[in-house]
């Protein structure tokens, strides 16, 4: 949504003005489920959102799914913060200072005509605010593992971020392995930090991405294809554990369409019947 700041020209009320943030709305909206970066390095294999999804998603009465929770966790100095941002606003700056405890944004996107939203927890890399971070590491819906490019031993940590915020959450979770900094890197020290964050991937379950976030290169890309799949995998498990996902609360996908046709036929049959001219 555009960024709102008070005019400082004083009046009886706030007014508002629209600031040039650049950021292309059109990006967040998704019809088609976006594609990995690469086809191999995934264990998210499906080629469109599931035809359980699509049927929902057709429905005439708009359902409501819950917010997708994505925390970013990874060494400090990693660049969460910047890739945050490149999405968020289009905008870069190499000198941001250190997270201290948690950044958050929010993003609305309509998948399939649907509205859906994004929270991003940005966490904190520095040892001094972990108890701090790992607080907000609870109810997450995806888990994106961040490590800078340039610096191998932020990917051999991550692993050991990945496990401390698996322990706080026992359900089902999609995982993203992210790299960043791409454009700093020459052509063989891509492969060879890439070969080796493949065999992480794969160890961990996770889908891989390179990203700049100075460049812009596969950032948007990246962060479409984590919503999409949050959202479509949301929709499955709701439906078949039978959880509220639609208006009004406490109404399941399976029993909505019944019990807003009965809501009508009641209403007709109350003004067929009644006696007022």
Known sequence: MPIYRKNKRPKATASYEVLNNNVDYGTRRIEQLPRPYSCQVTPYRELDFSERTKRAAQAVVPFFLGPCKAIFIGDVAIGKTSLVNRFCHEAFDGDYTATIGLDFEVERFQILNQAYTLQIWDTAGHERFKCIAQSYYRNANVIVIAFDMTRPESLLNGKRWLDEALRL?????????????????????????????????????????????????????????????????????????????????????????????????????????????
């Open 169 to 277: 959450n026992q359900g089902p979770v999609l995982k993203f392995l992210v790299g960043t900094k791409k454009d700093l890197l020459s052509d063989q020290a891509l492969c060879d930090i890439e070969l080796e964050a493949i065999k992480m991937a794969y160890d961990i379950n996770a889908e891989y991405w390179p990203v700049s976030a100075r460049t812009g290169e596969n950032v948007t890309k990246f962060f479409r294809r984590l919503t999409a799949l949050a959202f479509d995998h949301g929709v499955q498990r709701a439906m078949e554990t039978n959880d509220s996902l639609l208006q009004p609360p406490g109404n399941s996908l399976l029993n909505l369409y019944f019990l807003r046709k009965e809501k009508k036929e009641k209403k007709f049959l109350k003004c067929f019947t009644c006696t007022i001219n």
